[in-house]
């Protein structure tokens, strides 16, 4: 079997940017389909048990530049940060959404029932209207 032909400087770090470009986004997506699987609750987010490290195989280890990796892991890392911080205020919204409507409701219940207090007669009135 003859030799792949050798490639230049200029190419090889061609190549082994792009590989680290493509571990690094393989680990972004990765990280953002475990995030949204949590948070929609349809699929068992799918960690490694403890003791079980996962490891490439050796063939595509060496195809791998070792700066590729750190690289690929503060890039989900920072992922992971950002859909995090996301969910966090997407939260905090819905939250701040639910005590309006609560607050409407309570507001509306109050005035009905001063209303009731005040003239009955009126809120009896009121009632007849709204059947």
């Known amino acids: 079997m003859p030799q792949p032909p050798e490639l230049s400087p200029d190419d090889k770090a061609y190549v082994e940017e792009k590989t ?8 972004v997506k990765r990280i953002e389909r475990i995030v949204l699987d949590y948070r929609s609750g349809g699929a068992p987010v799918d960690f490694a ?3 079980l490290p996962r490891e490439l195989p050796p063939a ?9 990796r750190r690289v690929a892991g503060f890039a989900a890392m920072w992922k ?6 996301q969910y ?4 905090a919204a819905a939250a701040r959404a639910a005590r309006r409507i609560a607050l409407f409701f309570l507001v509306l219940l109050v005035t009905a029932f001063a209303l009731y ?3 009955p007669e009126r809120f009896q009135g009121l009632l007849r ?3």
């Open 20 to 27: 680290r470009r493509m571990v690094a986004l393989a680990a």
């Open 49 to 51: 048990g403890r003791g």
């Open 60 to 68: 595509v280890r060496e195809g791998v530049p070792p700066r590729a």
């Open 80 to 85: 992971l940060q950002q859909l995090s911080r």
């Open 88 to 91: 966090r205020e997407e939260r």
């Open 117 to 119: 207090l005040a003239a």
């Open 129 to 131: 209207m709204f059947s």
